[in-house]
């Protein structure tokens, strides 16, 4: 049984989902059906992962009744000012009549006539970045509040934002829904506890992207996972999902192969001491930040 969260919501969130970054065309595809296959009932995708057509496609071949899963979507930077079109458009590549959760992709707005791409730079080198005094993230949260009432998304959250722009959100008056989940980078080698303690103590889930550290999963030769691997008899990626789901965040590793996929499932049970212990290797050999980009502006703390 793959354990919950509760959101604010009151809606269950697995501790497990599919991460599907970099996850395009057949693969995308197939990475889905073979996640639905092993039991899984939450894929996070995102509008910039190009995929969203094949993650639906999937979900709709699977025959898994909608209503048993957790489906999360993502708002790309060149679209916070078009908030409602952008969401239709999600749904209507997913073919879905709503998103569980739908989230604000980075706290960045972006040229909505600029490249949709995902970190696409001018010819000079700069980002192509909306002034936040003309258009500023807490703009676009108030216009994902409004989705809510329309029943075509059950939540809203937040990615990449940083304990101050949390506390900016919160502070605003006309920010009436506490959002439901934050997503961020999250890995041994990046464990953010304070950021995942602040939100955790306004009750909003936090959610681990790149737990392994993303492409060639760097995070798996880690002496503290592989001694803990093998006194478990488990892979380390096991124990790093673990952790995760130990600290109760929900953790999405990304696979595009069957075996990988319905293993990463099998989370296991670590001891507090267990999970303390995989806390401080970060402390030992510094923190590293492995997948988020520079966006010319401050956005991690
Ligand atoms: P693959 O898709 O070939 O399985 P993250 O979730 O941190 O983004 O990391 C995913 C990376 O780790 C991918 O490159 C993925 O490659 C690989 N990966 C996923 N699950 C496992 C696993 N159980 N063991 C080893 N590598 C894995």
Redesign the pocket.
Known sequence: LIPTLTLNTKAKIPQVGL?T?QSTNDDGYKSVIAALKSGYTLIDTASVYGNEAEVGKAIKDSGVPREKLFITTKLWCTDHQNVAKALHKSLELLELDYIDLYLIHWPIALNPHGTPALFPRLPDGRRDLVDEKEWDYIKTYKELQKLVSTGKVKAIGISNFNKFRIEKLLADPEVTIVPAALQIEL?PLLPQQELVDYAQSKGIVVEA?????????PI?SNETLIKFAKKHDV?P?TIALSWAVWRKTVV??????AE?IA??LKVIKLTDEEGKEINNISKVSGTKRIVSPDWGVKVFD
């Open positions: 991460g970054w890995h992207y790149s737990p392994l550290g993303s492409t060639g999963a798996l892979s990626a999405l590793p990304k696979s595009t192969n990988r293993s990463n």
